[in-house]
Nanobody, 126 residues
């Protein structure tokens, strides 16, 4: 089972940028699609972005499209989420997760992911 750990969260003003990183423990990291999800207080966990096993395909929630960019480096077992033009509504705990299912039908669905990191807090002030 792959173990994941997020870093890079923090406090930023609206319009600013943050870069989140997700590090994986397993050498077979490239066997997994990786997704980023977020959960704000009182809300359900929601899909943010995902990337296929070799990084050929990326997916984004409409709310972050054009502002966030997901990328991966399988040689370093890492996935990054570059977040630009941040808004107060982006405030949440951000989680990375791994899925053995890489098709477009599954990759945006929370239930498709079996391994989750502990989360990192992102707070955007207005």
């Amino acid at each position: 089972q792959v173990q994941l750990g997020e870093s890079g969260g923090g406090l930023v003003q609206a319009g600013g940028s943050l870069r989140l990183s997700c590090a994986a423990s397993e050498r077979t990291f490239s066997n997994y699609a990786i997704g980023w999800f977020r959960q704000a207080p009182g809300k359900e966990r929601e899909f943010v972005a995902a990337i296929s096993r070799i990084g050929a395909t990326t997916y984004y929630a409409d709310s972050v499209k054009g502002r966030f960019t997901i990328s991966r480096d399988n040689a370093k077992n890492t996935v990054s989420l570059q977040m630009n033009a941040l808004k107060p509504e982006d405030t949440a705990v951000y989680y990375c997760a791994a899925s053995a299912l890489s098709s477009s039908y599954y990759i945006t669905r929370t239930l498709s992911y079996s391994n989750w990191g502990q989360g990192t807090q992102v707070t955007v002030s207005s």
